[in-house]
């Protein structure tokens, strides 16, 4: 028999938000999503964020004159100046806006007992109460519930930039971003995910247009977790070249050593199954609109109607990915 429905039932609305359709069980919880979000994590934490004071943000790019073998000059010549034009890369920030809307008594409610022990004795039968603050609490959910929202518009956003408030403003993320270097797993031909990555990571690394070489400062592989399971596979002859040990089997590749460098290996539940990513993270990092008088990110209290307390959750962020020509990525892998 199944304990619990997923997913559960959103409630919405003060009328809604009350201690019987909100119980506020004692008893340990558990929680059954996701809390992990590795790609705005580490964008993060190795760059942190910059502040713009625009919906569009930009940064720029620039490139050079070839290598040439018969840039030679004679004696006395003459010659006219010519100069490197400057580009501009261009992105917005997105509205992520939640809220929770919470009775009195809900928030009260801290010793109540579950339904299928309505004569059980209070912290002895179902255990204690992990939950003291009920309007907190659910304001913690809808700040993770935006950090995934954030780790899935970051890696698959689709960027649109409104003329008027009809339509909402969209970062583009990596998926999109990246058009330069791409190797296209099923039209290519490809066998495998490392000849695939090989393929990849020589024309990043010596690209036709020499002015389209990717630096790789930082490079890491971002795949879903199916895909990292098969570059293990890959990478170690089906397991074969792993250590031999009669109380522990399997791999778990954490780099991948390449003629280009040393790549590190990122999984993100986020990513399609069917695309693979190379991000270089040395250029890459959120972008944050501060609101005057209250920041980046914040909470703040609603219009109060009757009995509740409504709370919401504002910010304003997009993404910075710097030159798409440092990134590549793999599409339309399919099984083997």
């Not at 002859?237 to 399997?250: F, H, K, M, W, Y």
Request: with cysteine; hydrophobic share 40%.
């Amino acid at each position: 028999m199944v304990d619990f429905a997923i997913p559960s039932s959103v409630i919405s609305g003060a009328a809604a938000a009350d201690s019987y359709d909100l119980p506020n069980y004692v008893g340990e919880l558990f929680s059954l999503m996701p809390q992990v979000t590795p790609f705005f994590t580490a964008i993060g934490a190795e760059n942190g964020g910059r502040e713009v004071s625009s919906t569009d943000f930009t940064w720029q790019v620039e490139d050079g004159e070839a290598a040439s073998a018969t840039k030679q000059q004679l004696e006395n010549a003459s010659v006219t100046g010519d100069l490197i034009i400057r580009q501009s890369v261009q992105n917005v920030v997105e509205i992520h806006q939640e809220a929770v809307d919470m009775g009195y008594t809900a928030q009260a409610v801290t010793g109540q007992l579950g339904p299928l022990a309505p004569h059980a004795t209070l912290g002895t039968v179902l255990g204690d109460q992990p939950v003291m603050d009920p309007l907190q609490h659910q304001i913690n959910l809808k700040i993770g519930k935006i950090k995934r929202d954030l780790e899935m518009t970051f890696l698959n956003g689709t960027y649109n930039r409104p003329t008027d408030n009809t339509t909402k403003r969209r970062t583009r993320g990596m998926v999109e971003a990246v058009v330069e270097h791409v190797v296209d797993y099923t039209n290519d031909s490809m066998t495998t995910l490392k000849d695939s990555l090989n393929t990849l990571l020589l024309e990043m690394v010596a690209p036709t247009d020499e002015a389209a070489s990717a630096p790789m400062i930082d490079p890491v592989i971002i795949c879903n977790p199916l895909q990292r399971i098969r570059l293990s596979s890959e990478y170690t002859n089906s397991g074969a070249l792993a250590p031999r040990d009669r109380t522990v089997g399997g791999v778990a590749i954490d780099q991948i050593v390449t003629d280009f460098g040393t790549l590190g290996l990122m999984s993100d539940r986020y990513l399609p199954a069917g695309t693979m990513l190379v991000v270089d993270f040395s250029v890459v990092r959120p972008v944050f609109l501060p609101i005057p008088g209250k920041g980046v990110f914040f909470t703040e209290p609603l219009a109060k109607t009757g009995a509740t307390d409504a709370i919401q959750i504002y910010g304003e962020i997009g993404l910075e990915y710097g030159p798409e020509t440092y990134h590549g990525k793999i599409v339309l892998i399919t099984d083997p």
